[in-house]
Nanobody, 121 residues
Framework: QVQLVESGGGLVPPGGSLRLSCAASGSISSINAMGWYRQAPGKQRELVASETSFGKQTYADSAKGRFTIIRDNVNNMVYLKINSLKPEDTAAYYC???????????????WGQGTQVTVSS
């Protein structure tokens, strides 16, 4: 019913920048929070940044200062801008959204398939 599609990952040298994109589509009435998570090999998935429909942003301590989340509520998109990339930022990055569906009551959480970010020289 709802698809989240991420893009923008890749191989980046240390100190480089990336912008990840996530597009939500399907039977969407409205979207509450949208966010980005990441999972490095052998580690648990962790929150990077999120933003509510009212504009309240939350960042992980490790993301403050270098990561910026940007929402486009008109087009149901969310972006993650990452500056000064470090090798420890290497992970699969996942988009998540809390969606109110058009014809089904309730709030549902959806995930994208992930986009790989590798920081290496």
């Amino acid at each position: 019913q709802v698809q989240l599609v991420e893009s923008g990952g890749g191989l980046v040298p240390p100190g480089g920048s990336l912008r990840l994109s996530c597009a939500a589509s399907g039977s969407i009435s409205s979207i509450n929070a949208m966010g980005w998570y990441r999972q490095a090999p052998g580690k648990q998935r962790e929150l990077v940044a999120s933003e509510t429909s009212f504009g309240k942003q939350t960042y992980a301590d490790s993301a403050k200062g270098r990561f910026t989340i940007i929402r486009d509520n008109v087009n149901n998109m969310v972006y993650l801008k990452i500056n000064s990339l470090k090798p420890e930022d290497t992970a699969a990055y996942y988009c998540s959204a809390g969606v109110v569906l058009s014809r089904t009551p309730g709030l549902y959480t959806y995930w994208g398939q992930g986009t790989q970010v590798t920081v290496s020289s």
